[in-house]
């Protein structure tokens, strides 16, 4: 049974930082490319950050310089370093991990982060 299961998020101030992680279960974890999806009230689900297996990272233009995403293969878990957070931030945040040969496509069930003063 695959799980992907977030931590990490929560109620935080403009300009304050958080740490998301995504620990992984069931799937051969090393093979997989991660990703940080956000999902804000009203709007799309759009990708933040992804790494692939050969660690190779990508981020949305808003957040860049900001959000790190990181792996340890050895933990199956993924990280996402949020600094210099802004209300704009605010979402609920998914991890996800997918690769195409097989093709396989999983989710976690997301958490909230809210940046507010």
């Known amino acids: 049974q695959v799980q992907l299961v977030e931590s990490g998020g929560g109620l935080v101030q403009p300009g304050g930082s958080l740490r998301l992680s995504c620990a992984a279960s069931?799937?051969?974890?090393?093979?997989?490319?991660m990703g940080w999806y956000r999902q804000a009230p009203g709007k799309q689900r759009e990708l933040v950050a992804s790494?692939?297996?050969?660690?190779?990272?990508d981020y949305v233009d808003s957040v860049k310089g900001r959000f790190t995403i990181s792996r340890d293969n050895a933990k199956n878990t993924v990280y996402l370093q949020m600094n210099s957070l802004k209300p704009e931030d605010s979402a609920v945040y998914y991890c996800?991990?997918?690769?195409?040969?097989?093709?396989?496509?999983?989710w976690g069930q997301g958490t909230q982060v809210t940046v507010s003063s």
């Open positions: 069931g799937i051969i974890f090393s093979t997989y490319t």
């Open positions: 996800n991990g997918k690769r195409t040969i097989p093709k396989r496509d999983y």
């Open positions: 790494i692939t297996s050969g660690v190779s990272t």
